[in-house]
């Protein structure tokens, strides 16, 4: 197992210094879900959601978290981000699946993993929200990481 770096020599959290790292262009996708009734659904595909467009309001929602990650993940980097793409896909064959794809990128010296996550789990957190209502029972995730490059390489195998 890999030592963990967000602990000091005294044992106690800190901020990783990656100061003596190369400025890299950096990617991470991440992907989230959320299962959804007929009524719920359609009521985004048709916009006729009470509180307003659900996928809009839900695709700023995850953009503005993926912006402020380090404001809420206490060890993240505070990162200037050169683009965030949230994205949807539904399933309906034989369920109401909405389907969450969140891009990120920046040039710098550490990566965006947490900053796509966060905007994936915001992005479904927010439509549960405008959504609940109609009913409480939706099921979120499951949340993870499918894609990064930049920095070291990393296995995203399930």
């Not at 210094?17 to 299962?35: F, G, L, N, Q």
């Not at 809009?56 to 793409?85: E, F």
Request: proline share 2%; charged share 20%; net charge negative.
């Amino acid at each position: 197992m890999n030592q963990l770096t967000h602990f000091n020599d005294e044992g106690r959290a800190h901020m990783v210094d990656v100061s003596a790292k190369e400025v890299t262009a950096r990617t991470a996708v991440a992907v989230s879900s959320i299962e959804v009734n007929h009524t719920i659904y359609d009521q985004i595909i048709n916009q006729s959601n009470r509180k307003g467009d659900v996928l809009a309001v839900a695709q700023v929602a995850g953009i503005m978290a993926a912006k402020d990650t380090s404001r809420i993940i206490p060890m993240c980097h505070p990162l200037a981000l050169s683009g965030i793409n949230i994205s949807f896909n539904w399933e309906t064959d034989e369920q109401y699946i909405l389907h969450i794809e969140c891009t990120v990128k920046t040039k710098g010296l550490t990566g965006v993993e947490m900053e796509a996550l966060t905007g994936a789990s915001v992005t479904a957190l927010t439509i549960y929200d405008m959504t609940k209502a109609v009913d409480k029972g939706m099921i979120i995730g499951p949340t993870y990481l499918i894609h990064k490059s930049g920095g070291k390489s990393g296995d995203f195998s399930r």
